[in-house]
């Protein structure tokens, strides 16, 4: 079973920083490629970033430069970095994983808030 926890979610100013976390097993964490969406009220899910078991990452186009995504090898965590907040970033952020056979995991999700 795949267990995804976020974290970190909450109100943020514009311009300002926020910093997600996704706790899962070491299992999931060192073989899986995991990484985030987001999906902002009416909108689809989108991809945010995504990260390989070697580090190998992909950034969506609306957060590459502002967004930064790494992993705590020791505990098991997938941060995200997000700066430089902006409106258009608020939504539910969903963590995923992804297996060798394609089959994704998703978490519940943390919600963003981007206002002053």
């Known amino acids: 079973q795949v267990q995804l926890e976020e974290s970190g979610g909450g109100l943020v100013q514009p311009g300002g920083s926020l910093r997600l976390s996704c706790t899962t097993s070491?299992?999931?964490?060192?073989?899986?490629?995991m990484g985030w969406h987001r999906q902002a009220p009416g909108g689809v899910r989108e991809l945010v970033v995504t990260?390989?078991?070697?580090?190998?990452?992909t950034y969506g186009d609306s957060t590459k430069g502002r967004f930064t995504i790494s992993r705590d090898n020791d505990k098991n965590i997938v941060y995200l970095q997000m700066n430089s907040a902006s409106p258009e970033d608020a939504a539910v952020y969903y963590c995923?994983?992804?297996?060798?056979?394609?089959?994704?995991?998703w978490g519940k999700g943390t919600l963003v808030t981007v206002s002053s």
């Open positions: 995923h994983a992804r297996d060798s056979t394609g089959n994704v995991y």
């Open positions: 070491e299992n999931i964490f060192k073989h899986y490629e």
């Open positions: 990260i390989g078991p070697y580090d190998f990452t």
